[in-house]
């Protein structure tokens, strides 16, 4: 699988690295595992390494994985922080995936700079 997960300690957040260029149906598969990692340490904040991806997706697929959220029933408070790929397109395309998430009530956060990343998700 192109991801791996751990849990970042003492902070207590479930850290998704995205090892490469991923298929929609690998990134909803990693996103259910993802949460079902989360759920078993008790843990509602995520770290996403996407600094590899070349693209993110379609629209529909960026909906898609939303929906997955709602489907999943992750708990109001998560917070997602997302480390920003390099790729322009792919940057845009994070920039919708953060606005449709806000967008639907999840607490999803871009940045390049993986501390302040995990600053904002520990406070």
């Not at 629209?59 to 480390?83: C, K, N």
């Not at 606005?99 to 999803?108: F, I, K, L, P």
Request: charge should be negative; include cysteine; glycine fraction near 4%.
């Amino acid at each position: 699988m192109p991801w791996t997960l751990s849990l970042l300690q003492p902070e207590r957040i479930v850290l998704t690295e995205y090892l490469a260029p991923m298929t929609g149906g690998e990134v909803m598969a990693a996103t259910r595992e993802t949460v079902a990692f989360a759920r078993e340490h008790e843990v509602c904040r995520f770290l996403s390494d996407c600094t590899r991806f070349a693209q993110v997706g379609t629209p529909f697929e960026v909906f898609e994985l939303i929906r997955l959220y709602e489907v999943l029933q992750l708990p109001p408070g998560m917070r997602d922080a997302v480390l920003l790929p390099e790729s322009d397109q792919a940057r845009e395309d994070m920039r919708f995936y953060e606005t449709a998430s806000r967008n639907r009530g999840y607490d999803v956060r871009l940045f390049v700079d993986r501390q302040a990343a995990i600053d904002w998700l520990i406070r």
